[in-house]
T-cell receptor, first 110, second 119 residues
Framework: SQQGEEDPQALSIQEGENATMNCSYK?????LQWYRQNSGRGLVHLIL?????REKHSGRLRVTLDTSKKSSSLLITASRAADTASYFC??????????FGSGTRLLVRP | DTGVSQDPRHKITKRGQNVTFRCDPI?????LYWYRQTLGQGPEFLTY????????KSRLLSDRFSAERPKGSFSTLEIQRTEQGDSAMYLC?????????????????FGSGTQLSVL
């Protein structure tokens, strides 16, 4: 079963625009991670935010975490066509199991 | 290339046959995970190992599925008496737990997966 739910399920934007994806989860977590998957390939780790952190940056990525609302957001700034992929949030629980959401499919139009 | 390799990349089998997949994690990683992914969905947790110990197995996993990680190195996932519903991408990932006393994972490194088609 999935713990995280991403919103929206699909997002289409123009190159240069920002893309925001949201993730909600149900139980307490050790950390929350975001992964990217290109079609037919394995997942690639993007960024990890721990439960005691509220915001983290990595290049064009910005992640926020609100543990009181059990939600996170991923912002990709100045998007590029190469950012087209599926993005998944994943939560690590107390048994170190990483549970993935259903993903947001991002299309960046050139 | 993440350093995690899976073999084979593709497997086509007939219903009722047994299949076995192999995963070679990054050598110093002590945790190894198996996931299953169907089209348009996120990866679904199957099981994970810390070194050679299988610590958790999904309740969704039937008795036809078994996984091993002898000597805490490579891992195999076997599906017996395959069914059409087993068709999916099977993903392996490894990570290094910061401390064996129970620190959380750092990031997971995923292999490219084994695509199983059951006819």
């Amino acid at each position: 079963s999935q713990q995280g739910e991403e919103d929206p399920q699909a997002l289409s934007i123009q190159e240069g625009e920002n893309a925001t994806m949201n993730c909600s989860y149900k139980t307490s977590i050790n950390n929350l991670q975001w992964y990217r998957q290109n079609s037919g390939r394995g997942l690639v780790h993007l960024i990890l935010i721990r439960s005691n952190e509220r915001e983290k940056h990595s290049g064009r990525l910005r992640v926020t975490l609100d543990t009181s609302k059990k939600s996170s957001s991923l912002l990709i700034t100045a998007s590029r066509a190469a950012d087209t992929a599926s993005y998944f949030c994943a939560t690590e629980n107390s048994s170190y199991k990483l549970i993935f959401g259903s993903g947001t499919r991002l299309l960046v139009r050139p | 290339d993440t350093g995690v390799s899976q073999d084979p990349r593709h497997k086509i089998t007939k219903r009722g046959q047994n299949v076995t997949f192999r995963c070679d994690p990054i050598s110093e990683h002590n945790r190894l995970y198996w996931y299953r992914q169907t089209l348009g969905q996120g990866p679904e947790f199957l099981t994970y190992f810390q070194n050679e110990a299988q610590l958790e197995k999904s309740r969704l996993l039937s008795d036809r599925f078994s996984a091993e990680r002898p000597k805490g190195s490579f891992s195999t996932l076997e599906i017996q008496r395959t069914e059409q519903g087993d068709s999916a991408m099977y993903l392996c990932a490894s990570s290094l737990a910061r401390r064996l006393t129970g620190e959380g994972n750092e990031k997971l490194f995923f292999g490219s997966g084994t695509q199983l088609s059951v006819l």
